[in-house]
């Protein structure tokens, strides 16, 4: 770990505080994982073990890989637009692309970059609970990833964070005399699939974790912006996925478990080596 002092040219949060750095602020940078320390925590950082200033690096780095690689699938549709447009308009694709504004499908994933980069930065809020977590992990011969994985005293998570709008609900679509066929709806919209992706993501990272360190891995689907029925507004499970607002999978996360420290840092461990960053 490479730490110098200097004055901060853009705005950063610290690693170890959360506080906001302003730019102009002056902080120690740790060039290997691209964060930030306020001269506070540094102050106090060299009396820490050194392992767990390692530890703090590692997830600091996990942090910033949160939501990369859906920023970077946004830049590129993004790019690919502008250039469309200015080479069939050359002297007005400029102000087309003013007026008409970014579209619904392009914005989609900025958003989405930043719901996860929200996410990471709540769970970064657990570490002194002994919550590690990781973000935008490449799924091993697929361009698919996957958004976070929490290792916590109470188990393995995956996390697949969602803003949606409507009314969050679970619907038998079977027809009379025939077995029940559950599906997941939010804004009168069938969103089975993410449960789906969730179940998949959930299989990797057991597969991630065979041998010695196999454990129980359980899934969530955390949706933010939506609504929830009275009588599910704490959320539910269908096909082993739980459901609900980010409150509410952080309340699971909190929640006691047998996981001890070393335990979980090999968990996390492993899953980094054999999970890299999808970017």
């Not at 853009?10 to 906001?20: E, F, K, P």
């Not at 994933?109 to 809020?125: D, N, T």
């Not at 697929?142 to 964070?161: E, Y």
């Not at 891995?217 to 507004?233: D, H, K, T, W, Y």
Request: charge should be positive; proline fraction near 5%; include cysteine.
């Amino acid at each position: 770990m490479t730490m110098r002092q200097l004055r901060l040219r853009y705005g950063a949060t610290c690693r170890t505080c959360h506080g906001v750095l302003p730019p102009g602020t002056t902080a120690w940078w740790d060039t290997d994982s691209k964060s930030a320390l306020c001269t506070e925590c540094e102050a106090g950082a060299a009396d820490e073990p050194a392992q767990a200033r390692a530890d703090a690096g590692a997830s600091a780095q996990a942090r910033a890989d949160a939501g990369a690689s859906a920023q970077a699938e946004y830049e590129r549709r993004r790019d690919n637009r502008e250039q469309r447009v200015r080479e069939k308009y050359p002297r007005i694709g400029g102000a087309l692309l003013a007026i008409a504004g970014e579209p619904q499908h392009q914005r989609a994933w900025k958003q989405g970059a930043a719901g996860e980069r929200a996410v990471a930065k709540r769970l970064a809020k657990l570490e002194p609970k002994g919550v590690l977590a990781l973000h935008d992990r490449r799924v091993p011969g697929s361009r698919a990833n996957i958004d976070h994985i929490a290792v916590s005293p109470a188990g393995v998570f995956v996390i697949d964070a969602k803003r949606w709008s409507g009314k969050v609900e679970v619907r038998d679509v079977s027809a009379r005399f025939k077995p029940a066929d559950k599906r997941l709806y939010a804004g009168g919209r069938d969103r089975s699939k993410a449960v789906e992706g969730v179940v998949k993501q959930m299989a990797i990272v057991r597969s991630a974790l065979d041998g010695p360190m196999s454990v129980t891995v359980r899934g969530m689907l955390a949706i933010s912006g939506a609504e929830f029925p009275l009588l599910n507004i704490r959320g539910f499970e269908l096909d082993g996925v739980r459901i609900g607002d980010l409150d509410n999978m952080i309340g699971a996360l909190r929640a006691g478990g047998e996981l001890t420290e070393p335990t979980r840092r090999a968990i996390f461990d492993q899953l980094a080596e054999r999970l890299p960053p999808a970017t």
